[in-house]
């Protein structure tokens, strides 16, 4: 679909695979509709001084159809869910769920924005499976997604927390619970959850 | 006659016919009883509609109508007034609503249809048993309330009055003018709001069609349209309205200040005031919310508010006044008093209790300092003359108020010397002679007689050397003794004695230890005296813990300071005697048990824990009582040795004689000593004067609730200096040195004026007119209304909760009635624009919709705020040459006449744009150019980035809310409120000034937001409609009203109470109840209330309404 | 005594060390019953922004066992309590997703019906235990101790409960130990925690912003919540900061149950201080004197 097409008077807004749709049928973009551009969201955005598009206009470009832009641009994955701006929100929008939303239809449709953000969240979702967190092998798992030798500016973090017992090198213990994760997560695969689980 | 009904099926244009299918439901209605015609039409509220129905009924002899259209609410009465001109009664009508009911509520077309058509069976069935009915007309009152005296309310008051029709006009405020006369310029033509606001308040203050009730509320409405019954609470102003000139000498004098609430607390203002310089009526209030904490605390009743306030402005003598209107003591007061008043001080709720008996002690020893001149004697008005027997404060203090009362009192005194306890107890060191001497001496100046050395040794004496009544104030000045052996012995000194020694300088032998027994203050002074006297070492022994100490606090600590010990837990069994001599005391180990019935931990001695003190005397302090012995035997006297008097009037059980003070309550203090004595005066002045000695006597004294404490910055309570411990052995000089001239000052300045006025009365002083009247009562005006308009208008949205824009946190952050307050010539800064720190910012920004259109607080747009932020950019750019306006808005709402040219007139001005609702404001800089600034954190969305706007100023553009008890005053008037707690119209387009109750229309902003223009379009139209019910001169009244059966009435009267208009009445002869129609609302309640089904009510009977039902389900 | 159920999340076990050991020796000071939940895993957070419903749907497990115990559930870690709380805000007021949540716990024969109050430790502090029962347990009151309050963002963004612009519970807290809460109006900001994984220039930023004004304000120590993220993050970065902007900063990372140990006379040690990073015995030093 090319951006001609899409910005054209002729935008069919029942189309469920308008982008505006789909962003409304995501869990936390239900409201995308309602914005009214007033843009308290990127005034208050922790963040905006590094997104290409902010949070307001994102939203914009949703309702323009912009997908290709939208997803292509690192911008949601600067958000750091500090949720200002949905505190602020004078609709209720609640605009960092909505970024959220955006990043999982990103996710799911197999975009890949140039960000590191999105690989740690992937080797983050991914590490959910074993029950508990174990940073250091999700953050292990994750350098060796993007280029590793970025892992030596963390280091002197590491070290700091190491030195004071305060990095595990070892996983935690498996719980019963670990498989209870697993069985959850293969059934919403089940439930044909490709669009958020809601349509 | 056969019953022949017609159905009218309406299409309302598409807005029935599209979702029910009206053909059908015509069709089904044909086949319904007693139908011989059915239609259905595009319009049948237009004139061939209702041509149709007309047609019908002469030519088919149609005698009943259904019409199946909208709801009765818009057009029943069109109906009815066709049918009615077709010959029926408009009583022979019925309509079905299928629009709001049906095709409104659904889009299935099929169920719309098909519940269409139940209406109309139900409509059809009902109207078969329809009655004719006679419209009732009642008569008009000409009067009209208006509520509220904002643009809107003045408006429309004078609207009315120009049809020379009387006008109740109630304002809450002292004065009329609203918010519009808060506000500086107004847009879009930028004329002078007072200018163009206050040719129209006075106008209404002259008009004599206009009768204003300013400061006043209404309390209670009851009636129907053309007959209201309204009860107006006119709240006490202080100020007679009609006698004061505004000349304003009251507001200089006045020592009280507090924030200007028309200044939005941006100045103060007197506790005497007037809101503003063109306020109607021009008349001056006093702000008055009760009496203050510690006037009440006080037991004698002094106004300590009153004489701190005049301290804090530095008028002494004023103040000295203020105290002797209740009692002579200052000085002593000043220096001795328990001061309950402190405790009660609400200023110890912020951080400490103004210090009030050293600001009394201030203002007495400044008089002194400066010389008293003498005080003018009271002439003896009355011819009764009053003994009083004993000088202590009690008997002093009602021989004072006596003598003021203008009889002839003589004072008995046993002692040389005039005082009681104030002189022989109280150490020099607390309170020097010459203080007591001085405020004896100005007594007696008043013309208190005096006699020394004469005691009085029985009451008929006095009756019959003339003395009229008698006031017994002997005290309780005798020395309990110890109950141990050996106490006999010399050496052992009761401390009364001891003091009364010291006090009256004869020299006391003591040897080089003393031990003193007791923990009262009598103890304590015993003990200071003693070292002063040079005695080396001094103990005080007391049976209990520091914690149970009667003494003062603040006086143990200086007497240790001053090197007594203290051996708590211990109490003497035996004083050891060598050889005729004292030399020393046996004492014993107490420990404390259970509390007693003072509250007191009860002490027992401890087995074997005896142990020796050695002294050379032993001052005895362990109490006080009456000595029964001097007092007249016919008195009756209590187990305690004390007169038995009554509570309230201290009536004696001999005629004539009262009593008060320690005889009365056993060992006490002065300060209640003095309330006693106050107390008998009243009584003795009733007593005399024939009068009712207690009619209203009881707690006459009510106190202020809930005092403000927001934003008191904490300042702590001024010290006492004290003589340094080294300079007090052997010395009697005071240990308290008093404040000084500044200390007293900004003492008294930390009182928060918990009453705001202080009735000091200083403004009575100053008022030629004699117009101000502290003892005004509210009074309730009972007022007979036709009509009634509301304008109660808005109150503005307070930003502090939107904590992110920081208002209350950061300086420099206002709101727009603030702001509009500080551009006006009259404001607080005199139309200056100035910061905090008072120079004139470079850089403002202006941020629109704060509370508007934002679903966390109002979800509607108020309208003005757009352009009134337009407005402001214009007046600083005005005022300020070289400035920077920022506007920070959603969207740009310029809809009205002359506003989008206003727009385009500050755009050219050079005031910048953007668009973007601010995320924040912050004072923390991230750049050196936001050093020192206000930055305003947001998007420029029309650029897409978020910038950091530093600004010295920010104006925040606030929403208009409902007035808070805006609810409470649609209930009152029996109107609703809308989602937003507006006041709702009858219809937002068809009716928007009436409401669902008749008669009582809403105006201005209590309706919603709205500006100048339409609110004064509103007025007048809101007044077109009264006059035109005036004019009319009688309105029609439900004719739908209840009926008494009077065969089945029982007369049991029920109905009578449930009746909420009380239109119910029994017939005693007939033993049944009536029906007053003309009362009669037709509300139903009586026919669901009564027991035997006596009652039906037009229009509603059983019969119809089953019917109808029926119609419905089948 | 006091009952909860007690959701360590998955810092607790690693960087959240000094935390859980202060907030364990507190609670028991403050007769607080912290009962583990048996069996908890992971609250789902760390996926959330890419997966919104499975993360919901694991938080879910836990809220189902905590109903079971019928107790309120606390969380220390902001994100825990944002997430467990949106889960649970999620099953009770989304009608959309609500019941695919529990579709998805039927897999492992677990149904949450919504009754659990999902709690922070601060709103427990100050509102069950009492600032009075605080103030009564202060043996060493921290007097003159300058201190930043920094709530960070889940705890009280967005459900609060409380301010979530401008909160003062931990000031209350820290005023109650005698310490001094400084003006800091950075208080609510975020430190980019998130990002310092994968954007560390985000989040150095970020943490920058908050040492420079808390130390500008005058503040000797920062004073966080129990959220281990938080607090490692301002911790363990601080020397990583001032490499970068060219400051340094050494201000004492404490966590309120950290201030609160010390303050009733517990030991550096048994509030976990030995594995605080920056180092404190400098600025605290007038306080451990007392006690030897």
């Known amino acids: 679909m090319s951006k001609k097409d899409v910005l054209g008077p002729y935008i069919r807004v029942n189309d469920p695979n308008l982008f505006v749709n789909q962003v409304a049928a995501e869990p936390g973009g239900e409201k995308v509709r309602e914005c009214i551009q007033c843009g308290v969201c990127s005034g208050s955005c922790t963040t905006s001084e590094w997104w290409q598009y902010q949070p307001r206009r994102v939203i914009a470009m949703i309702r323009a159809g912009m997908k290709e832009e939208v997803m292509t641009s690192a911008s949601t994955f600067y958000c750091v869910s500090c949720y200002k ?115 | 006659m056969e019953k022949k009904i017609g159905v009218y099926v309406c299409h309302c244009g598409v807005n029935i016919s599209q979702t029910v299918d009206v053909e059908s439901v015509a069709e089904f209605a044909k086949k319904l009883p007693n139908v011989v015609v059915a239609r259905e039409y595009k319009f049948m509220c237009s004139d061939p509609g209702q041509e149709m129905i007309k047609n019908d009924i002469k030519e088919l002899g149609v005698n009943r109508v259904v019409v199946a259209s909208c709801s009765p609410q818009m057009h029943e009465p069109t109906f009815r007034r066709a049918v009615q001109t077709a010959g029926l009664n408009p009583y022979f009508f019925e309509m079905a609503n299928i629009r709001e009911h049906c095709s409104w509520v659904t889009e299935d077309r099929a169920r719309a249809s098909e519940k269409a058509k139940a209406l109309v069976s139900a409509a059809v069935r009902r109207v078969f048993f329809h009655e004719p009915l006679m419209t009732r007309e009642v008569p008009v009152n000409p009067n009209t309330l208006i509520v509220g005296g904002g643009i809107a309310g003045i408006q429309a008051a004078l609207e009315i009055a120009e049809s020379e029709h009387k006008v109740y006009l109630v304002e809450r405020e002292p004065s009329i003018g609203g918010h519009m006369i808060q506000m500086d310029k107004t847009f879009p033509t930028l004329d002078c709001s007072a200018c163009i606001l206050t040719p129209k308040m006075t106008q209404a203050g002259s008009s004599p069609y206009i009768e ?27 100020v007679i309205t009609k006698d004061c000139t505004g000349c304003g000498e009251c507001a200089k004098v006045c020592p009280v200040e507090v924030p200007a609430e028309f200044e939005l607390g941006m100045s103060k ?24 904490p510690c006037s009440v605390a006080c037991p004698a009743g002094v106004n300590a508010h009153g004489y701190v306030a005049l301290i804090s402005k530095g008028k002494f003598k004023e103040a000295m006044e203020v105290l002797r209107r209740t009692m002579p003591f200052a000085g002593v007061c000043g220096r001795v008093c328990t001061h309950p008043c402190e405790s009660e001080c609400e200023r110890g709720k912020v951080d400490e209790p103004i210090a009030i008996r050293s600001l009394k002690r201030f203002m007495a020893d400044y008089e002194l300092k400066a010389g008293r001149q003498k005080a003018r004697p009271v002439e003896a008005t009355k011819e009764a003359r009053v003994a009083v027997v004993g000088s202590g404060p009690a008997g002093l203090a009602c021989a004072y108020d006596l003598v003021r009362e203008g009889y002839k009192v003589t004072v008995f005194e046993t002692s040389s010397k005039a005082g009681g306890l104030m002189r022989w107890a109280i150490p020099e060191y607390r309170l020097p002679k010459e203080i007591l001497d001085n405020e004896i001496a100005y007594m007696q100046e008043l013309g208190v007689e005096i006699k020394l050395n004469t005691p009085v040794k029985n009451l008929s004496e006095l009756f019959n050397q003339g003395y009229k009544a008698i006031f017994l104030g002997t005290g309780a000045a005798e020395s309990v003794k110890l109950g141990v052996p050996g106490e006999d012995i010399p050496g052992v000194v009761q401390a009364l004695d001891f003091l009364k020694q010291s006090a009256s300088g004869s020299k ?7 031990v003193v027994i007791g923990g009262g203050n009598a103890a304590v002074d015993a003990a200071r005296t003693a070292r002063r006297m040079g005695v080396k070492e001094v103990t005080v022994v007391y049976r209990r813990s520091r914690a149970e100490m009667p003494a003062y606090p603040e006086e143990v600590a200086e007497m240790e300071n001053e090197g007594v010990k203290i051996q708590f837990l211990a109490a003497p069994v035996r004083i050891n005697v060598k050889d005729g001599t004292l030399a020393g005391i046996k004492c014993i180990r107490m420990e404390l048990g259970e509390a007693d019935a003072s509250g007191r931990r009860h002490p027992a001695p401890v087995k074997g824990s005896e142990f020796d003190i050695d002294c050379n005397n032993v001052i005895v302090a362990v109490g006080q009582s009456v000595n029964k012995a001097a007092l007249p035997k016919e008195l009756a006297f209590t187990g305690w040795g004390t007169v038995v008097v009554d509570q309230v009037t201290l009536e004696t059980n001999i005629d004539g004689v009262f009593a008060g003070g320690d005889v009365v309550s056993g060992p006490s203090d002065v300060i209640n000593g003095v309330a006693a004595g106050k107390e008998a005066a009243v009584s003795i002045d009733r007593y005399l004067r024939r009068a009712d000695l207690r009619k209203d006597r009881a707690n006459y004294r009510e106190m202020v609730k809930d005092v403000p404490k927001k934003g008191v910055e904490l300042k702590a309570r001024a010290r006492m200096p004290l003589l340094p411990v ?162 920070f808005y959603i969207d740009m709402r310029s809809a009205g006449k002359g506003f989008e040219e206003f727009y385009n007139r500050v755009l050219k001005e050079g005031t910048i744009f953007f668009r973007g609702r601010p995320g924040e404001i912050t004072n923390v800089a991230e750049r050196p150019e936001e050093e020192g600034k206000l930055i305003v954190q947001f998007e420029d969305t029309l650029v897409g980035r978020q910038r950091r706007l530093p600004v010295d100023m920010v104006v925040l553009s606030c929403a208009l809310e409902p007035q808070k008890d805006a609810d409470a005053v649609a209930r009152m008037f029996g109107i609703s409120c809308g989602p937003a707690n507006w006041f709702l119209e009858k219809h937002p387009k068809l009716d928007p000034v009436a409401t669902m109750t008749d008669g009582v229309f809403v105006i201005g902003c209590c309706q919603g937001p709205k500006d100048i223009p339409d609110t004064v379009a509103q007025a007048s139209a809101a007044a077109a409609r009264v006059l035109a019910l005036i004019s009319k001169g009688k309105v029609a009244v439900e004719t739908a009203i209840a009926v008494i059966d009077e065969d089945k009435c029982s007369g049991c009267r029920v109905c009578n109470l449930m009746c909420p208009y009380s239109a119910i009445s029994y017939i005693e002869d007939k033993k049944v109840s009536r029906v007053n129609e003309v009362l009669c609302k037709g509300c139903g309640t009586c026919v669901a209330a009564c027991p035997s089904c006596a009652i039906t009510q037009k229009h509603f009977t059983t019969q119809q309404i089953e019917a109808e039902i029926e119609g419905v389900l089948v | 005594m006091r009952y909860y159920a007690y959701y360590p999340g998955c810092a607790m076990e690693s960087e959240g060390v000094p935390i859980e050991r202060s907030l364990m020796a507190v609670a028991k000071i403050l007769d607080i019953q912290l009962k583990e939940l048996e069996d908890w895993t992971c609250c789902g957070c760390p996926g959330a922004p890419i997966h919104e419903l499975e993360a919901v749907s694991i938080a879910a497990r836990n809220l189902a066992l905590a109903e079971k115990t019928g107790l309120d559930l606390v969380a220390p870690c902001s994100c825990c309590y944002r997430n467990l709380k949106n889960a649970h805000l999620t099953v009770t007021e989304d009608h959309r997703i609500g019941p695919k949540v529990n579709e998805a716990l039927s897999a492992v024969g677990l149904h949450y019906g919504g009754s659990v109050r999902v709690r922070n430790l601060i709103d427990v502090f100050v509102n069950d235990i009492g600032l009075e029962a605080i103030a009564a347990k202060v043996k060493v009151p921290l007097t003159g101790l300058a201190a930043a309050c920094w709530y960070g963002c889940h705890e009280t963004r967005p459900y609060g409960p409380d301010d979530p612009e401008f909160p003062m519970w931990l000031d209350q807290i820290v005023e109650t130990l005698g310490a001094t809460p400084v003006n800091f109006p950075l208080k609510a900001q975020c430190c980019g925690g998130a990002q310092l994984i994968s954007q560390p220039d985000v989040a150095l930023k970020l943490v920058w912003k908050l040492l420079d004004n808390a130390a500008d304000n005058g503040a000797v120590v920062m004073a966080t919540t129990l959220c281990p993220l938080c607090h490692s993050n301002v911790d363990s970065t601080q020397m990583r900061v001032n490499k970068r902007f060219k400051t340094k900063f050494e201000m004492p990372v404490l966590a309120s149950t950290q201030l609160m140990g010390l303050a009733f006379g517990l030991k550096p040690g048994e509030v976990g201080l030995d594995k605080n990073i920056v180092p404190w015995e400098k600025v605290l030093s007038p306080y451990l004197k007392v006690r030897a």
């Open chain 1, 85 to 199: 701006c949905t505190v602020r929100c004078p609709r209720g929008i609640k605009p960092a769920s909505l970024i959220h939303a955006v990043e999982a239809i990103a996710e799911r449709e197999g975009y890949r924005p140039r960000t590191r953000t999105m690989p740690l969240y992937r080797s983050l979702r991914n590490s959910i499976k074993s029950g508990r967190i174990w940073e250091l092998g999700t953050f292990i798992g994750y350098y060796l997604r993007v280029n590793p030798l970025t892992a030596i500016g963390a280091l002197p973090t590491a070290w700091a927390l190491f030195s004071h017992g305060r990095l595990k090198l070892t996983p935690p213990k498996k719980t019963r619970g670990a498989d209870d994760v697993v069985k959850i997560i293969q059934k919403l695969q089940s439930m044909k959850t490709e669009t958020g689980g809601v349509r």
């Open chain 2, 212 to 238: 204003l009730f300013s400061y006043s509320e209404v309390v209670d409405v009851s009636g129907y349209v053309g007959n209201f019954k309204v009860k107006v609470r006119k709240k006490p102003r202080y």
């Open chain 2, 508 to 514: 006391v032998g003591l040897g080089d230890k003393v």
């Open chain 2, 726 to 887: 080294k300079e007090r052995a052997g010395s009697f000089a005071q240990v308290e040195l008093g404040f000084d001239e500044k200390t007293a000052i900004e003492e008294a300045s930390r009182c928060l004026n918990c009453a705001v006025c202080s009735e000091c009365l200083e403004c009575v002083k100053v008022c030629e007119r004699k117009a101000i009247d502290h003892e005004m009562k509210e009074e309730i005006i009972e007022l007979d209304v036709g009509n009634i308009i509301l304008a109660t208008g808005y109150q503005l949205f307070d930003p502090t909760p939107m904590v992110q824009y920081g208002y209350g946190r950061l300086d420099n952050v206002l709101t727009s009635l603030e702001f509009e307050r500080m551009v006006n010539a009259t404001g607080p800064t005199g139309g200056k624009i100035l910061l905090k720190e008072g120079r004139e910012p470079k850089r403002v920004g202006l941020i629109h919709c704060v509370g508007s259109r934002d679903s966390n607080y109002h979800e509607y747009c108020s309208r003005l705020c757009c352009m009134h932020s337009l407005k402001f950019a214009h007046l600083i750019e005005e005022r300020i040459p070289g400035v920077e306006c920022f506007e």
């Open chain 2, 269 to 292: 203002r007197k506790a005497t005031y007037r809101p503003f310089a063109q306020a109607v009526p021009g008349a001056f209030v006093i702000d008055k919310g009760g009496k203050s």
